[in-house]
């Protein structure tokens, strides 16, 4: 089994900058890639982008150069720059692995005058 834990979420202005991490326990040797995905109040969960092992990240169109994710080790990292307000939402760290995926509980961004 595999246990992810967000953390850094919180409220920012437009413009304004967020990290969020992910920290992975358990075994964590079966995920074979990682992501980060976003669920807005009313709206379908939807993939912020993801990471392969030994690959690039890649982007959804909406956080394409405002977003960064990277991983070391245990941790997953999602940078978050030039908040919008349409970047609130709850974000999840989503590992897959061959046979299954695995959630963590999620943390909110909130993004607001």
């Known amino acids: 089994q595999v246990q992810l834990l967000e953390s850094g979420g919180g409220s920012v202005q437009p413009g304004g900058s967020l990290r969020l991490s992910c920290e992975a326990s358990g075994n964590t040797d079966i995920i074979i890639n990682w992501a980060w995905y976003r669920q807005a109040p009313g709206n379908q969960r939807e993939r912020v982008g993801g990471?392969?092992?030994?690959?690039r990240a890649d982007y959804a169109d909406p956080v394409k150069g405002r977003f960064t994710i990277s991983r070391d080790n245990n941790m997953l990292y999602l940078q978050m720059n030039n908040l919008k307000s349409e970047d609130t939402a709850v974000y999840y760290c989503?590992?897959?692995?061959?046979?299954?995926?695995?959630w963590g509980q999620g943390t909110q961004v909130t993004v607001s005058s």
């Open positions: 990471i392969i092992s030994g690959a």
């Open positions: 989503y590992g897959r692995a061959r046979l299954k995926g695995y």
